[in-house]
């Protein structure tokens, strides 16, 4: 290869070219630094039908999908500063029945310019556990338990067992889950298609669920509000709590339940039939008691002061 060296002109360059000539450099210069601060991630490693994989560390996307390989694969990129590791392995080459990775970073600032994808065998058991970061969860029938602060999880899976505790996340669930139990600070909850076993906690978001059918359900609140239209299954146990809240409830037309509502100091209003709350305890808030078919279904509504409304 030949190199030419080339003699710049003796002549001053004018401050307008000089300038210029300055800007075209750092321009220049930062996309390769920009590249430079990403890191690519690809691990691919055989793994047991039914792995137990912990992740641990903030990044700024994280999703988790299922499919029918015996093989772990993550893949994806870290900004610079942020160092991973991955613990796996099984002696003789036997595919991995655990594997462990941690994700160290400055702060969440640096970590959120991260994503990574792994991908787990449907059967799987995934604990995620997070500063700020965005998990997105699909296709995993084994278990999943995710702890995140901030950012948002979303789930489109129908796992034995699903659990997800939150601060200011909010968590959205796709799927029938067995067992579901899902708790926030003050992100918002909703859950589309229903739970054997569901237990939902929130302080300050709401909660709703939307379609499917529930046997077992507890669902908590103390300000935030809670919107209720699946189906109690028959002998269906629900029970809906909160301080101050709004309680919305949709009932189905021809099912059989018994219900009973009572608010301390709120109101109760039905729109679902013509029974009529009667005044609460020491002539305060309200009561309304409601018997349909054999009453195989029963659902308990409480409230302190906030509003409980009935609808069909």
């Given amino acids: 290869m030949t190199h030419r060296r080339v003699t710049p002109s003796r002549r001053p360059l004018a401050p307008v070219v000089r300038a210029a000539l300055a800007l075209a450099c750092g321009v220049a210069l930062a996309a390769p630094a920009t590249a430079r601060a990403q890191r690519r991630i690809d691990e691919r490693h055989a793994a047991a039908p039914d792995l137990y994989f912990r992740i641990s560390g903030s990044v ?3 999703r988790v999908i299922g499919w029918e390989k015996d093989s772990l694969v993550i893949t994806g990129t870290l900004p610079a500063g942020v160092r991973a590791e991955l613990g796996i392995g099984e ?31 449907a059967r799987a058991r995934v604990w995620i556990k997070s500063g700020t970061a965005n998990v997105d969860a699909r296709d995993v029938t084994g278990g999943l338990d995710l702890n995140v602060i ?20 909010g968590v959205e669930i796709t799927g029938t889950p067995r067992w579901l139990r899902a708790k926030t600070a003050s992100g918002d909850i909703t859950v589309r298609g229903g739970a054997a076993d569901v237990a939902l906690t929130s302080v300050s978001g709401s909660i709703r669920m939307i379609d499917g059918s529930v046997e077992r359900g507890r669902v908590e609140t103390v300000t935030g509000g809670i919107s209720f239209s699946a ?26 339940f018994t219900l ?20 609460g305890r020491e002539g305060r808030g309200a009561e309304l008691a409601i018997a349909r078919g054999n009453e195989s279904a029963r659902i308990t509504i409480r409230s302190f002061k906030g509003t409980i409304t009935l609808r069909p």
Avoid: C, W
Wanted: charged share 20%; aromatic share 4%.
């Fill in 231 to 256: 189906t109690a299954a028959r002998g269906a146990d629900l029970t809906f709590d909160t301080h101050s809240g709004p309680i919305d409830l949709r009932l189905p037309g021809a099912g059989q």
């Fill in 60 to 62: 700024g996307t994280l």
């Fill in 150 to 169: 901030g950012g948002s999880v979303r789930i489109a899976a129908s796992p034995r067992e699903l659990q997800v505790e939150a601060m200011d996340a």
């Fill in 260 to 279: 009973t509502a009572s608010s301390v100091t709120g109101a109760v209003e039905n729109h679902f039939d013509k029974s009529r709350p009667t005044p």
């Fill in 91 to 121: 002696p003789g080459g036997v595919p991995a029945r655990g594997a462990k990775m941690y994700i160290e970073s400055p702060n969440d600032a640096v970590a959120a310019g991260g994503s990574l994808e792994v991908r787990v065998p």
